[in-house]
Nanobody, 125 residues
Framework: QVQLVESGGGLVQAGGSLRLSCAASGVTFSKLAMAWFRQAPGNEREFVAAVTVVTWSGVGTHYTDSVKGRFTISRDNAKNTVNLQMNSLRPEDTAVYYC???????????????WGQGTQVTVSS
């Protein structure tokens, strides 16, 4: 049974930082592309960041424009985890953040087979 478990959410003031982690089990983590999505109340789930599998040339990452330069996604295949370092947080970053894994590197939620339960991030102004 595949499980993705997020942690690290919470309440932070604008300009602050949080680090989200997602631990995977029941799956060959190294073969999955991993991503973070978020969903604010009344909004659709949106792509935040994704990281490819590790290849001989390293890893690739992709970010939505609104988080470029502020968020960093990384993976640790030895620990079966993917992290999202979030700096310079803004009130508009407030959402439930979801970890996702799939066999295709994509910015589209439908392309990911595995999902965590979500962790709340609240940024106060």
């Amino acid at each position: 049974q595949v499980q993705l478990v997020e942690s690290g959410g919470g309440l932070v003031q604008a300009g602050g930082s949080l680090r989200l982690s997602c631990a995977a089990s029941g799956v060959t983590f190294s073969k999955l592309a991993m991503a973070w999505f978020r969903q604010a109340p009344g909004n659709e789930r949106e792509f935040v960041a994704a990281v490819t599998v590790v290849t001989w040339s390293g890893v690739g990452t992709h970010y939505t424009d609104s988080v470029k330069g502020r968020f960093t996604i990384s993976r640790d295949n030895a620990k079966n985890t993917v992290n999202l370092q979030m700096n310079s947080l803004r009130p508009e970053d407030t959402a439930v953040y979801y970890c996702a894994g799939g066999r295709v590197f994509s910015t589209t939620a439908d392309h990911y087979e595995y999902w965590g339960q979500g962790t709340q991030v609240t940024v106060s102004s």
